[in-house]
């Protein structure tokens, strides 16, 4: 039972880790658009 529970909670996890990165990627976006392009530096490639 507790299996169960605990793959739960992981996958509460995941969907918060990639509702952060939507989040974080927004921002980087943003902040993009501001800063003009060749200062910018948001490429994380």
Known sequence: MWEC????G???L???RKLEDK???I???Y???EIPPKI????LD
């Open 27 to 29: 921002a980087i976006g």
């Open 14 to 16: 995941r969907k918060l």
């Open 10 to 12: 992981l996958r509460k």
């Open 40 to 43: 910018s530096f948001t490429r």
């Open 23 to 25: 989040r974080e990627l």
């Open 5 to 8: 529970e605990e793959l739960r």
């Open 31 to 33: 902040k993009a658009q």
